[in-house]
């Protein structure tokens, strides 16, 4: 399919897949006339990355174990960061489900360690920056005379433009 189809199916633009694929998270093959042609897996991939996005993740977090989406099963996403081995939803089948076996199995295992490692660094980061940025808020809040909120409160969207 080109590039607008798999766009489409894939739930983004043309852009952004063409910013995927320039970031090395896709690759694919190319007419003689030069046209990208993807396939359903690209597709399949083209969701995945956008979904690891949607989690909190960055371009440059995927790209780290980006060749283990070529080999990530129809599961996805959660058989992504568990490696072989490993208990997955408590019901004691091996996490690494459709990765197990085979001669790349072991290089799935050590990409599921990395994609693993590098989730936690992020949680860490997010983390750090929604401490940091409740610090900021309370600061400003004190200096505007609000009261201090208990941790984890929002206020509710727009509502200082109405008061």
Not at 15 to 23: D, K, Q, T
Not at 88 to 100: F, S, V
Not at 111 to 135: G, K, P
Not at 155 to 162: K, Q
Request: with cysteine.
């Amino acid at each position: 399919m080109r590039i607008g189809d798999a766009a489409a199916a894939a739930g983004m633009t043309a852009r952004a897949l063409r910013y995927y694929e320039e970031h090395g998270l896709v690759i694919t093959r190319r007419t003689p006339s030069g046209h990208r042609v993807y396939e359903p897996e690209d597709v399949r991939k083209l969701r995945t990355v956008r979904e690891l996005l949607d989690a909190g993740l960055t371009v440059g977090d995927i790209r780290s174990f980006a060749p283990l989406l070529d080999a990530l099963p129809p599961e996805g996403i959660p058989e992504l960061f568990f490696a072989q081995g490993g208990a997955r939803d408590g019901d004691g089948e091996g996490a690494a489900g459709g990765m197990a076996g085979g001669p790349a199995a072991l290089g799935a295992e050590q990409h599921c360690r990395t994609a693993t490692e590098v989730a936690r660094r992020r949680l860490a980061d997010l983390d750090a920056r929604i401490e940091r940025l409740t610090r900021l808020r309370g600061r400003l809040a004190r200096r505007l005379g609000e009261p201090a909120r208990e941790p984890g409160r929002v206020a509710p969207y727009g509502r200082a433009l109405r008061e």
